[in-house]
């Protein structure tokens, strides 16, 4: 994926996701501009986060697979709970490796 720079350089480059540990089980996935070195996070897991996201893949699966409109609204708003619970903790995690 290509994407331009908008911290630093303004420049076009390919996007090379990497990985970076910070103790405690927490991964911050990101990546960085080759030409100025900015950094982007795309986001900031640990292991309770990366078991919800499997959940939530699983329950898309299952919303995909379901041809009951009730069945697909209970799973929609069961799967949207979930996200926004796991957004709120990626966001405390990503101000604790911030510090």
């Known amino acids: 994926?290509?994407?331009?720079?908008?911290?630093?350089?303004?420049?076009?480059?390919?996007?090379?996701?990497?990985?970076?540990?910070?103790?405690?089980?927490?991964?911050?996935?990101?990546?960085?501009?080759?030409?100025c070195n900015s950094e982007y996070t795309i986001a900031v897991t640990d292991e309770d986060l990366r078991k919800r996201q499997d959940e939530v893949k699983q329950l898309i699966e299952k919303m995909n697979k379901t041809k009951n409109q009730v069945e697909h609204a209970k799973l929609y708003e069961?799967?949207?709970?979930?996200?926004?619970?796991?957004?709120?903790?990626?966001?405390?995690?990503?101000?604790?490796?911030?510090?």
């Open 1 to 35: 994926m290509v994407v331009q720079c908008d911290k630093g350089c303004k420049k076009f480059f390919d996007v090379d996701i990497q990985e970076r540990e910070h103790g405690e089980g927490i991964i911050e996935s990101y990546f960085q501009c080759p030409h």
């Open 78 to 99: 069961t799967m949207v709970k979930k996200k926004e619970k796991m957004i709120r903790k990626m966001n405390r995690l990503n101000k604790k490796i911030k510090k």
